[in-house]
Structure formats: structure tokens, C-alpha cells
């Protein structure tokens, strides 16, 4: 079975950065849309940004202007560059896959802006 393995949370302080990843195996990057959604405590799950299979992106309000989805098709692998940080971007974020054969979620990373 084709798997999303996310990585690249932690702690970071308010104004940094962090680069989350997201492995896919087999040909998902090829026939399938990669997004990101993160969810904090006691909120909905919500679209940060997504990538399609022809290198199309779109964000979500909360990450425009500082995060930047993109994808290295070579490492089968997308990423979540992440500037400005800020306390209100802490959160669980998973990676999800949408395609042909329906829909996968990774098991998320946390990513946690304080001080």
C-alpha cells in the first residue's frame, strides 16, 4: 500500500522558519493532488496549501505570503517551506494525498511556535 510519511516538525520561535516533508511512495506525486492540512487543539482541520500533479499550487489564508508548497519529483517527496512563524500556526500537520484511487493521510507532524 502507497504511504505518506511526514517529517520535519519541532519547536521553533515566533518569526522562524521550518521546511516539513512529506514522502510518498509509489507514484503518488504522479497521479494524485498533495496537500497540506494542519489542526490545532479544539479546532477543525484546515487546508494550508496543496500542490497538484502538474505543479499547480494554492493556499489557504493562513499561509499565504509565508509558506511555499513545492515538490521534488526525483525524491518523491513534497514540502512545506514555512517563514514567519507565528504562535497561532501551532498545530499537527498532515500531509494528504487525492487521486484516483481515493484519499490517503499521513500520520501527521507537530509543529509547536513558542517562545
Known amino acids: 500500500q502507497e504511504q505518506l510519511v511526514e517529517s520535519g516538525g519541532g519547536l521553533v520561535q515566533p518569526g522562524g522558519s521550518l521546511r516539513l516533508s512529506c514522502a510518498a511512495s509509489g507514484r503518488i506525486l504522479s497521479t494524485n493532488t498533495i496537500s497540506w492540512y494542519r489542526q490545532a487543539p479544539g479546532k477543525q482541520r484546515e487546508l494550508v496549501a496543496l500542490?497538484?500533479?502538474?505543479?499547480?499550487?494554492d493556499y489557504g489564508a493562513s499561509a499565504k505570503g509565508r509558506f511555499t508548497i513545492s515538490r521534488d519529483n526525483a525524491k518523491s517527496t513534497v514540502y512545506l517551506q514555512m517563514n514567519s512563524l507565528k504562535p497561532e500556526d501551532t498545530a499537527v500537520y498532515y500531509c494528504?494525498?487525492?487521486?484516483?484511487?481515493?484519499?490517503?493521510w499521513g500520520q501527521g507532524t507537530q509543529v509547536t511556535v513558542s517562545s
Open positions: 494528504r494525498a487525492a487521486g484516483p484511487v481515493g484519499v490517503q
Open positions: 500542490i497538484t500533479n502538474r505543479g499547480s499550487t
